[in-house]
């Protein structure tokens, strides 16, 4: 059974950082790609930043210059350093694993940025 485990998220004053985790069990993540998207209330789930298998990083507005994403193949886990938190990055953020056609998605985390 595959899982998406993400962990890290809570509640945060504007400014302020969080580590994002996604521990996957089930499947190797060094042949996928990971990636994180959020979703706000009332709004469509977007991307937010993007690793492929080689390590090749895409970042997605309003997110760029502030967020980080990075892989530890030999932990399984994915990870996302969001620094300088705004109100508006509050969302569940979710992680997930591409292969060819195979696609998971974790339950999600909520972040939470205070004004």
């Known amino acids: 059974q595959v899982r998406l485990v993400e962990s890290g998220g809570g509640l945060v004053h504007t400014g302020g950082s969080l580590r994002l985790s996604c521990a996957a069990s089930?499947?190797?993540?060094?042949?996928?790609?990971m990636g994180w998207y959020r979703q706000a209330p009332g709004k469509q789930r977007e991307l937010v930043a993007h690793?492929?298998?080689?390590?090749?990083?895409t970042y997605v507005e309003p997110g760029k210059g502030r967020f980080t994403i990075s892989r530890d193949n030999a932990k399984n886990t994915v990870y996302l350093q969001m620094n300088s938190l705004k109100p508006e990055d509050t969302a569940v953020y979710y992680c997930?694993?591409?292969?060819?056609?195979?696609?998971?998605w974790g339950q999600g985390t909520q972040v939470t940025v205070s004004s």
């Open positions: 690793i492929t298998s080689g390590g090749t990083t």
């Open positions: 997930t694993a591409h292969y060819s056609t195979s696609a998971y």
């Open positions: 089930g499947i190797i993540i060094s042949i996928f790609d």
